[in-house]
């Protein structure tokens, strides 16, 4: 089958790339700029961006289905309009497209965070609202996205909606890729409070791949994979590595005291806080309980363990030369 994929670079992208050319399918993807992560992969390579409608075009003529993964993710405000345009523009932008090559399926990846939360032991579903009013710019974007693709009409949607992605093949990395070096290296002093729902990339492209022809058209999925506050996954990191991690956790005062030092020390690193504002906000918030009734149904999904997945990150960055 030809398909399309945005956004092939990136975390979950170049993992799903590499599984559709061992399934047989014939891949295209639309590239803003050169990444390492898809270094000598054969795909045909479009160069272009995700909000030009000819970038668009060439990219999915003569394709059957798209995976949609284009986005900026930002931790720290809306850079300018910049997360509104790639996230909400830019999905605008290949719905149209699609529709105009009669494409069959659009597999859309959304996130967690398009859903209203608050209360941690809330138990959330694909039924809980969007936040579509949300102060924070990434979130507000994908609940805009999310709610304007389940309202297509022509191709069939399929939306997918992951919680935080760690796993094997994290290249740049990601924001969760550096906290686990960060633990490993002893960069990371402190801990904050609160936690989230850790997923492995595997099993999202695996849903992903069952996703071609399997799902309700126009619904989305939480694809989800374990909880563990901060402190208890540096308990897992200090297990499957047998490195020594802090799990000293700092009250809350200090952890938003130290913020703006925090904003001053990225900015002379020319690096990108882990710690922020929404970050802070999102593992505050981070959902204890997501329902996998309906990714369960249709996909029979089925998360692997949280160790092997901590594992199996960590010799990939050992391989891969991240690690002293």
């Known amino acids: 089958m030809e398909i ?12 799903l790339v590499r599984r559709l050319l061992d399934a047989g399918h014939q891949v295209r993807v639309l590239e803003r700029r050169k990444r390492t992560s898809l270094a000598g992969v054969p795909v045909q390579r479009i160069d272009g961006d995700i909000n030009d409608s000819k970038s668009i075009d060439t990219l999915l003529q003569g394709c059957e289905v798209v995976y949609h993964l284009a986005a900026f993710v930002s931790i720290s405000g809306g850079h ?9 523009g830019g999905t605008r932008q290949l719905v149209s497209g699609a529709i105009r090559h ?3 399926r659009i597999i859309y990846f959304g996130s967690i965070h398009a859903y209203q939360t608050g209360d941690p032991e809330l138990e959330i579903d694909e039924n809980q609202p969007l936040a579509i009013d949300s102060s924070v710019a990434y979130n507000r974007s994908k609940a805009q996205a999310l709610q304007f693709i389940l309202n297509v009409r022509g191709p069939e949607i399929i939306a997918l909606c992951p919680t935080a992605v760690i796993g094997p093949g994290d290249y740049e990395p990601s924001y969760t890729g550096q906290m686990l070096l960060m633990m490993h290296q002893g960069k990371l002093p402190l801990l904050v409070g609160g936690g989230y729902n850790w997923v492995d990339v595997r099993d999202i492209v695996q849903t992903a791949l069952l996703a ?10 939480l694809v989800s994979g374990h909880y563990a506050s901060l402190s ?3 308990k897992k990191v200090e297990a499957v590595t047998g490195v020594k991690v802090t799990r000293t956790v700092a009250p809350d005062w200090l952890v938003h005291l130290g913020l703006p030092f925090v904003r001053l020390y990225a900015v002379a690193s020319k690096s990108d806080p882990l710690y922020t504002r929404e970050a802070l906000l999102a593992l505050k918030e981070g959902a204890r309980n997501i329902s996998r009734l309906r990714v369960q149904q249709d996909f029979q999904y089925t998360p692997r363990p949280l160790e092997e997945t901590l594992r199996d990150s960590y010799l990939w960055f050992e391989e891969h030369r991240y690690l002293p």
Do not use: M
């Open 4 to 15: 399309a994929v945005t956004g092939a670079g990136g975390r979950i992208g170049n993992v």
């Open 80 to 88: 300018h309009g910049l997360v509104e345009k790639i996230n909400v």
């Open 102 to 104: 009669g494409l069959r």
């Open 212 to 221: 071609l022809d399997r799902g309700k058209p126009g619904s989305a999925y």
């Open 232 to 234: 208890d996954l540096a």
